[in-house]
Protein backbone atom coordinates (compact mmCIF):
# COMPACT_ATOMS: atom_id res chain seq x y z
CA UNK A 1 0.00 0.00 0.00
CA UNK A 2 1.29 3.58 -0.98
CA UNK A 3 1.38 6.57 1.03
CA UNK A 4 0.68 10.25 -0.18
CA UNK A 5 1.74 13.29 1.36
CA UNK A 6 1.37 16.48 -0.34
CA UNK A 7 3.11 19.56 0.63
CA UNK A 8 3.92 23.56 -1.34
CA UNK A 9 0.31 24.96 -0.42
CA UNK A 10 0.24 28.35 0.82
CA UNK A 11 -1.36 31.77 0.94
CA UNK A 12 -1.01 33.61 -2.21
CA UNK A 13 -2.18 36.92 -4.45
CA UNK A 14 -3.86 36.09 -7.38
CA UNK A 15 -1.63 36.05 -10.26
CA UNK A 16 1.03 34.26 -8.50
CA UNK A 17 2.68 30.58 -8.57
CA UNK A 18 2.67 27.74 -6.46
CA UNK A 19 4.05 24.78 -7.05
CA UNK A 20 2.90 21.44 -5.31
CA UNK A 21 4.56 18.25 -4.58
CA UNK A 22 2.69 14.98 -3.45
CA UNK A 23 5.81 12.20 -2.29
CA UNK A 24 4.82 8.44 -2.07
CA UNK A 25 6.55 6.09 0.17
CA UNK A 26 5.40 2.53 1.18
CA UNK A 27 4.74 0.12 -1.65
CA UNK A 28 6.56 1.70 -4.07
CA UNK A 29 7.08 1.00 -7.79
CA UNK A 30 5.96 4.17 -8.29
CA UNK A 31 6.22 4.15 -11.86
CA UNK A 32 3.17 1.30 -11.75
CA UNK A 33 0.87 4.31 -10.44
CA UNK A 34 -1.33 6.83 -12.33
CA UNK A 35 -1.00 10.04 -10.26
CA UNK A 36 -3.94 13.02 -10.17
CA UNK A 37 -4.52 15.87 -8.42
CA UNK A 38 -8.11 16.60 -6.92
CA UNK A 39 -9.98 19.93 -5.62
CA UNK A 40 -11.83 20.15 -3.04
CA UNK A 41 -13.22 23.78 -2.32
CA UNK A 42 -15.77 24.96 1.14
CA UNK A 43 -18.84 23.03 0.16
CA UNK A 44 -18.51 22.44 -2.91
CA UNK A 45 -17.74 18.40 -4.15
CA UNK A 46 -14.28 17.42 -4.80
CA UNK A 47 -13.16 18.38 -8.46
CA UNK A 48 -10.59 17.32 -11.24
CA UNK A 49 -7.35 19.07 -11.32
CA UNK A 50 -4.76 17.36 -13.46
CA UNK A 51 -4.08 13.79 -13.96
CA UNK A 52 -0.61 11.93 -15.61
CA UNK A 53 -0.26 8.52 -17.19
CA UNK A 54 2.27 6.31 -15.18
CA UNK A 55 4.62 6.80 -17.91
CA UNK A 56 4.11 10.58 -17.50
CA UNK A 57 3.40 10.53 -21.25
CA UNK A 58 -0.52 11.30 -21.33
CA UNK A 59 -1.61 14.30 -18.94
CA UNK A 60 -4.91 15.94 -18.57
CA UNK A 61 -6.15 19.09 -16.66
CA UNK A 62 -9.47 20.54 -16.46
CA UNK A 63 -10.84 22.92 -18.65
CA UNK A 64 -10.76 25.45 -15.39
CA UNK A 65 -7.18 25.31 -15.18
CA UNK A 66 -6.07 24.85 -18.95
CA UNK A 67 -3.24 26.89 -19.76
CA UNK A 68 -2.35 27.66 -16.23
CA UNK A 69 -1.82 24.50 -14.58
CA UNK A 70 1.16 21.88 -15.46
CA UNK A 71 1.23 18.53 -13.96
CA UNK A 72 4.43 16.26 -14.20
CA UNK A 73 6.22 13.88 -12.38
CA UNK A 74 9.83 12.28 -11.18
CA UNK A 75 9.67 8.53 -10.70
CA UNK A 76 13.22 8.42 -9.98
CA UNK A 77 11.72 10.77 -6.61
CA UNK A 78 8.33 9.13 -6.64
CA UNK A 79 7.12 12.58 -6.64
CA UNK A 80 3.95 13.89 -8.61
CA UNK A 81 4.12 17.86 -9.15
CA UNK A 82 1.50 20.59 -9.79
CA UNK A 83 2.88 23.65 -11.56
CA UNK A 84 0.18 26.24 -10.86
CA UNK A 85 0.55 29.63 -12.76
CA UNK A 86 -1.68 32.74 -12.87
CA UNK A 87 -3.96 31.57 -9.94
CA UNK A 88 -7.01 33.09 -9.03
CA UNK A 89 -9.13 33.16 -5.62
CA UNK A 90 -11.45 30.78 -7.68
CA UNK A 91 -8.55 28.21 -7.10
CA UNK A 92 -8.55 28.05 -3.08
CA UNK A 93 -9.23 25.03 -2.36
CA UNK A 94 -7.82 21.80 -0.46
CA UNK A 95 -5.73 20.04 -3.40
CA UNK A 96 -5.27 15.95 -2.85
CA UNK A 97 -3.11 13.87 -4.11
CA UNK A 98 -4.32 10.40 -5.33
CA UNK A 99 -2.57 7.31 -6.97
CA UNK A 100 -4.63 4.06 -8.64
CA UNK A 101 -2.35 0.85 -9.59
CA UNK A 102 -1.69 -1.27 -12.70
CA UNK A 103 -3.58 0.66 -15.12
CA UNK A 104 -2.25 0.83 -18.90
CA UNK A 105 0.90 2.82 -19.11
CA UNK A 106 -0.84 5.72 -21.11
CA UNK A 107 -3.74 6.18 -19.40
CA UNK A 108 -5.15 9.38 -17.80
CA UNK A 109 -7.80 8.61 -14.50
CA UNK A 110 -9.70 11.98 -14.27
CA UNK A 111 -12.49 10.97 -12.17
CA UNK A 112 -12.10 10.79 -7.94
CA UNK A 113 -13.68 6.91 -8.12
CA UNK A 114 -11.05 5.63 -10.07
CA UNK A 115 -8.06 6.24 -7.72
CA UNK A 116 -7.73 4.32 -4.10
CA UNK A 117 -5.11 5.88 -2.47
CA UNK A 118 -5.48 9.69 -1.58
CA UNK A 119 -2.98 12.14 0.23
CA UNK A 120 -4.64 14.56 3.20
CA UNK A 121 -4.17 17.03 1.30
CA UNK A 122 -2.94 20.61 1.36
CA UNK A 123 -4.47 24.40 1.23
CA UNK A 124 -3.98 26.75 -1.52
CA UNK A 125 -5.56 29.99 -0.60
CA UNK A 126 -5.31 32.97 -3.59
CA UNK A 127 -6.27 36.55 -1.92
CA UNK A 128 -7.33 39.11 -3.96
Known amino acids: QVQLVESGGGLVQAGGSLRLSCAASGHTLFVGYCMGWFRQAPGKEREFVAA????????SCSDSVKGRFTISRDNAKNTVYLQMNNLKPEDTAVYYC????????????????????WGQGTQVTVSS
Open 98 to 117: AADWGRQTTLVLTTALEYNY
Open 52 to 59: ISRNGGTT
